[in-house]
């Protein structure tokens, strides 16, 4: 239930901060994510590495640098803003508690009892910022599939691919970590204004070019940093497998030396009795 609440917030707040504030404001804003992710996980005692920290900075400010742009915005929707980045923090950290804590859910499993719950509170908050009634008047007109099918299909669309969607960030969470993911979405931001660069020809500033080979380069080292700890993580294991074993040997090898020089010992005092006897 409270997932679930996270969930639908995390989309209303963010669709009614738009209203207010700039694109580009609103993704320079959530490109602080993967730091608010990573105070998050320290507060609930996540071990994070300061090279994987130091990773992350690169990364924020090359997002920044990217999206700069038209910075328009207004007080309540700043404020609309930063809840909309803190709740999308919080969903990625309860979210990954969830897939790898005590409960160790299938992302399937996670989605199956969260959906339901955040559909009916999705549909209370369109009820309250009024989405509902504006899509009432505009049924007959322009949005009813009698007059035009692509909205709907737009919607129906919409809802296979968030939910791919969903699918897939839940997995890539429980397989990775919540800073991962963050970043993976940051990564995603960057290449999406590349691509609409090449395929639109969209005109971007020298500034927002830095930012996306920033952000690539960034990218690219936080990677080589997860793998690089992963590797020295599963190498004290075989050491220790190691050390077991050479005191097992060397046990086994002191205990038969041993008992060969108390046989040889026996075989000694034998023989004297037996000369002695002669005698």
Not at 106 to 112: E, Q
Not at 128 to 156: A, H
Not at 200 to 229: C, D, H, K
Request: aromatic share 6%; glycine share 6%.
């Amino acid at each position: 239930l409270v997932f679930s609440i996270i969930f639908s917030l995390n989309i209303a707040i963010g669709n009614v901060s738009l209203r207010h504030v700039s694109v580009n404001f609103n993704q320079v804003m959530r490109s602080l994510v993967p730091a608010i992710t990573i105070a998050m996980g320290l507060a609930l005692g996540r071990q994070i590495s300061t090279k994987r920290q130091v990773a992350v900075l690169p990364i924020v400010v090359g997002v920044a640098m990217a999206c700069f742009g038209d910075m328009t915005y207004t007080w309540l929707g700043f404020m609309y803003t930063v809840a909309c980045v803190l709740l999308a923090a919080l969903k990625v950290v309860a979210s990954g508690e969830m897939l790898t804590g005590s409960l160790k859910l299938h992302p399937v499993d996670l989605l199956g009892h969260m959906a339901p719950l955040a559909m009916i509170q999705c549909i209370f908050l369109s009820v309250l910022t009024g989405e509902v009634s504006e899509i009432m008047t505009r049924w007959k007109t322009d949005l009813s599939p009698s007059v035009d099918f692509y909205p709907l299909t737009v919607v129906f669309l919409s809802g296979i691919f968030s939910f791919s969607l969903n699918i897939c960030s839940l997995m890539a969470n429980k397989l990775t970590s919540p800073l991962t993911l963050c970043i993976t979405a940051n990564v995603k931001q960057v290449l999406m204004i590349a691509l609409s660069t090449i395929m639109f020809a969209t005109p971007i500033s020298l500034l927002n070019g830095m930012g996306i080979v920033i952000v690539l380069l960034g990218s690219a080292r936080y990677s080589y940093v997860s793998v690089l700890e992963k590797t020295k993580s599963t190498t004290p294991q075989t050491d220790v497998e190691k050390a077991e074993l050479v005191p097992l040997h060397s046990t086994t090898t002191t205990t038969t030396e041993t008992e060969m020089n108390g046989s040889a010992q026996k075989d000694k005092v034998n023989i004297r009795r037996v000369k002695s006897q002669e005698a």
